[in-house]
């Protein structure tokens, strides 16, 4: 009687560290959404309208938000063509040697550490140009951008019951029109999930922007080949100054960031059930 | 023959792979006259003495590619223990009701904006383990040669590792989740008609996911040690090669992040920092390689 005593005990200890090393991890979050929000929600009130538009010595961060937006642009129209074009690749061929390649690629790119896309798009771009520009920066996100929409269509193509494709083969229809016209469509939803969570991605990344996009702050982007700022790198920036106003507009800088990145992501999310992040 | 769709889309993966190729390239080549000039000393030796006059510089990033190390393994400590408790909380024991909530939240903390961690780290975290965390353990512990360092700013080894376990529990988990739920069901049922109790179950179902365990964990160290500005914010930036917690330190990204900027001015300091970031190159490549491989044995032999 007292060994099952002893079990039982072991169960309910058990049980209460999972639980409570469960509310730990999911802790932080809380108190991310909680902080940005009680920190930056009085600065943007405060300032109002301004905050948005207005430049940096106005209080505001207009120009780094047009830039998040351009830049976004876009690295999507530099990388998804090529992410959509590769994740069927490694969807149409996952037993031959290149496409095992790819797939293994684009898992290391995948997990890559996104300081060195920027050094190198620094050296192959910026230092040929002689000026950090929108163009460099967006190329150093599209390179982070390309194997996650590429990941997403292959796992979405590969959820396509196998029937369809027979079928469509069987109507004596080249390999490329199954593909593009048939399975490719039936796909959508699950490409369309992964390049919404790709720019959801992207749009937040600060690293590969860090010596590439130069940052631009006073007056909005103009043209791609001039630097242009961004929301993570103005607070990046801001964080490291010494000066209490600038960690005010760091907070407020947050909130807008920390709303685009949830308006974008938790619809998809909902939506959906599982990502693969 | 003509394949339309071959010639459509493997153009595009020739791009990808002569980019990655590229990216090699470039690093190295650009980190050859380091190597040049200071041979495998570069690697080995913590010394930063930029100069004017070139005969004077002298580079060794041993302690960048220490911390890098040392603060991801101080996250995996803290992440595993969190990350597995949350995989069987979410599998066996949460609520119906309550287990999509938990999983979109650890799907949109792994997913957010690095940038907003390390804001919240610089400016709540780190004050916040100063004095409630590294204080006391300085005062009481001292004599233990890991809290030894005076914690005075709080920006140290220990801040970052802690944001970096708060960061990759959600990616950990969400491996390690995938493969606990992918456990048969029959399993479950024949230990539980053994009579066990739902510890004894857990543990014996542990085990049998122990390899996506190491996959998992290998992948999170991967992410950890590639994560620039939230480590760059609460490290303290400064060369310090050391087992102590509390001291600040460098890793290998947040040295690339601070000192890229203006390496321009000497001449062998950006070949120093690309000699770093190829190592950090290699680093990432060889964990990620080993803990896809180890991953994708495990599921292999599961669906078999």
């Given at each position: 009687m007292s060994r099952l005593n002893a079990r039982k005990l072991k169960e309910k200890v058990f049980l209460a560290c999972v639980g409570a090393l469960t509310f730990l991890a999911i802790l932080p979050l809380f108190h991310i959404i909680l902080t940005v929000t009680a920190k930056g929600l009085p600065v943007i009130a405060e300032r109002g309208g301004k905050f948005i538009t207005g430049t940096l010595s106005e209080g505001g961060i207009g120009p780094a938000v047009a830039g998040t937006f351009l830049l976004t642009f876009l690295s999507a129209l530099l990388g998804l063509p090529v992410a959509f074009l590769v994740g069927l690749y490694a969807y149409e061929f996952p037993n031959s040697t290149i496409g095992r390649w790819t797939k293994t690629l684009l898992q290391i790119m995948l997990e890559f550490p996104t300081i060195l896309v920027g050094v190198f798009v620094m050296q192959v771009l910026v230092v040929p140009m002689g000026t950090y520009s929108a163009i460099a920066g967006a190329?150093?996100?599209?390179?982070?951008?390309?194997?996650?929409?590429?990941?997403?269509?292959?796992?979405?193509?590969?959820?396509?019951?196998?029937?369809?494709?027979e079928a469509a083969f069987s109507l004596g229809l080249t390999r490329a029109k199954v593909l593009f016209r048939v399975l490719a469509p039936m796909a959508k939803r699950g490409v369309l999930t992964g390049v919404l969570i790709g720019l959801a991605k992207v749009a937040g990344e600060t690293a590969p922007l860090l010596f590439t996009a130069g940052g631009?702050?006073?007056?909005?982007?103009?043209?791609?080949?001039?630097?242009?700022?961004?929301?993570?790198?103005?607070?990046?920036?801001?964080?490291?100054?010494?000066?209490?106003?600038?960690?005010?507009?760091?907070?407020?800088a947050s909130l807008v960031l920390l709303l685009i990145f949830l308006g974008i992501f938790v619809p998809i999310r909902l939506s959906l059930r599982e990502v693969k992040l | 023959m003509g394949d339309a769709f071959k010639a459509m889309t493997f153009p595009a993966v020739l791009a990808v792979f002569i980019l990655f190729a590229g990216m090699l390239f470039v690093y190295f080549t650009h980190a050859v006259p380091a190597f040049h000039r200071f041979g495998i000393d570069v690697y080995l030796k913590n010394v930063w003495i930029a100069a004017e006059n070139p005969e004077d510089e002298i580079y060794g990033v041993a302690a960048a590619i220490w911390g890098s190390i040392y603060t991801s393994l101080i996250a995996i400590a803290l992440a595993l223990p969190l990350s597995i408790s949350y995989s069987i909380f979410v599998v066996d024991y949460a609520p119906k009701w309550l287990k999509n909530p938990l999983i979109i939240i650890s799907d949109i903390m792994a997913g957010l904006p690095t940038i907003i961690y390390g804001l919240w780290g610089a400016l709540v975290l780190v004050p916040f383990l100063r004095e409630h965390v590294m204080k006391p353990l300085h005062e009481h512990l001292s004599f233990i040669p890991l809290f030894s360092y005076p914690p005075t700013t709080g920006y140290s080894y220990f801040s970052a590792g802690v944001l970096l376990a708060i960061m990759i529990t959600p990616f950990a988990s969400a491996i390690i989740r995938g493969a606990y739920s992918m456990v048969p069901f029959t399993y479950r049922e024949a230990v539980y008609a053994l009579g066990a109790t739902r510890f004894e179950a857990t543990r014996l179902l542990l085990g049998y996911i122990r390899p996506a365990i190491v996959s998992g964990t290998i992948l999170a160290f991967g992410r950890a040690i590639g994560e620039t500005v939230a480590v760059s914010l609460v490290i303290g930036n400064t060369f310090n090669m050391t087992w102590e917690l509390f001291a600040p330190g460098y890793t290998v990204s947040s040295l690339i992040a601070n000192q890229f900027g203006n390496a321009f001015i000497y001449e062998y300091m950006t070949p120093a920092l690309y000699a770093a970031g190829l190592a950090l190159f290699a680093i990432g490549l060889a964990v990620n390689l080993l803990g896809l491989r180890i991953l994708g044995r495990w599921e292999e032999n599961v669906k078999a």
């Open positions: 190329l150093a996100l599209a390179i982070i951008l390309t194997p996650y929409v590429a990941v997403y269509t292959h796992e979405a193509m590969r959820e396509i019951p196998f029937t369809y494709r631009l702050y006073e007056s909005y982007p103009h043209s791609v080949t001039k630097p242009v700022g961004a929301i993570p790198l103005l607070i990046y920036q801001l964080v490291q100054s010494p000066s209490k106003a600038d960690h005010l507009t760091a907070w407020g | -």
